[in-house]
């Protein structure tokens, strides 16, 4: 099995989660609560598989200022925060920590992986990413795909190829493509044609190899990278990271690197054969945990019904109800529309509500 010495895991910790108001804000967004009842953040459960894996100080966290503080409290074994000014989206997030790990160790092999996936089987997300860290030695970048469930139009997809030759890596196959989420006839037809696994954002390459081909695809967010990274370990450090972070171009990694790449062949996939989910909405957290709370009385109806601050939810006559209390909100909608209820943190904004979002 490949070698986990030079392994360093990134762990992208931002995003609201906008489909699970009123439990996840902007201020305690969702990979900050515990949504599966082991008594852990998803943002520590992250943690917990990652460090069965690699040292404390080989994980490093990528978030804002607002949420710096409670990610601390809650992983007060972390070492390596990165805490940026602002939201940029996920490469610039990676290719700073990546960048300052590189300069820090050489050849270093860094893995990004969310802060807010919860996944069942440890030890096979283990001999994954092990896969992943072979693939990497190669010069290719990989990506942990997910097995679908079923058509769904919620994630990404990404095209497997012919099965590469990878010491350590038997799984391992080329990516033909990285599509967007599909249309539900579309997601039928990937699923059945058994080459297709979803996007799951999990990607493990050489330090080097990704601020590579940064610099050759865009080249202007290298630059502003490279700059704050030469500072990084330097009392200058403060200053550049403030000066430089909103030039940078605000992008995903899957746009900025993945997608071009794997159409030149740069990319491998190794299937996850683990029990993954990112609880995206309430219909998502309906499947994972049920009624989620014992304070409920249902009356010929069903679906998530949840208090905070403990009161007592009675749901009659309506089937895959949604009802969810805070101390100071309340959701009512339907497992069909829990994709929607990220309009409610947008209408509230637009009331100059920002207190409730």
Do not use: C
Not at 92 to 101: E, K, Q, S, T
Not at 176 to 186: H, I, S, W, Y
Not at 234 to 243: K, N, Q, R, V
Request: glycine content about 10%; proline content about 7%; charged content about 20%.
């Amino acid at each position: 099995m490949s070698s986990l010495e030079s392994f360093h895991a990134v762990i992208p910790a931002g995003g609201a989660g906008t489909r699970l108001w009123p439990l996840s804000r902007a201020s305690r967004p969702k990979f900050l609560l515990d949504l599966t009842g082991s008594g852990r953040s998803l943002l520590q459960e992250t943690w917990d598989r990652l460090v069965t894996l690699v040292p404390a100080d080989q994980i490093h966290v990528v978030t804002g200022p607002a949420h710096a503080p409670l990610i601390r409290e809650q992983l007060p074994e972390l070492t390596g925060l990165f805490v940026e000014p602002s939201p940029r989206d996920s490469m610039p997030a990676i290719g700073l920590a990546a960048a300052v790990i590189a300069r820090r160790n050489p050849g270093a092999i860094i893995g990004s992986f969310a802060a807010d996936h919860v996944i069942s089987d440890v030890d096979a997300f283990g001999a994954a990413v092990r896969e992943g860290v072979a693939v990497a030695e190669t010069g290719l970048i990989a990506t942990l795909g997910i097995e679908p469930r079923g058509p769904s139009t919620a994630f990404g997809y990404i095209e497997a190829g012919e099965l590469l030759t990878v010491a350590d890596a038997p799984s391992a196959r080329a990516v033909t493509q990285f599509v967007e989420k599909p249309d539900g006839p579309t997601a039928s037809h990937y699923v059945r044609s058994g080459s297709f696994s979803w996007n799951a954002g999990m990607f493990v390459s050489r330090a080097d190899m990704l601020l590579g081909h940064l610099a050759r695809l865009q080249p202007h967010l290298h630059a502003g990278i490279d700059r704050i990274a030469l500072a990084w370990d330097t009392p200058e450090g403060p200053a550049e990271l403030e000066a430089t972070w909103p030039s940078l171009t605000p992008i995903a990694i899957d746009h900025a690197i993945a997608e071009p790449v794997s159409l030149e062949g740069g990319i491998a996939v190794v299937p996850g054969v683990f029990g993954w989910d990112d609880i995206g909405d309430f219909a998502a957290l309906h499947a994972l945990r049920g009624s989620s709370s014992a304070d409920v009385i249902w009356v010929d109806a069903d679906g998530l019904a949840r208090a905070e601050d403990g009161t007592a939810i009675a749901v009659v006559g309506i089937r895959d109800a949604v009802v969810v209390r805070t101390k100071d909100a309340l959701l009512v909608t339907t497992l069909d529309h829990a994709q929607r209820v990220k309009e409610v943190p947008a209408a509230l904004r637009r009331e100059g509500r920002d207190d409730l979002v």
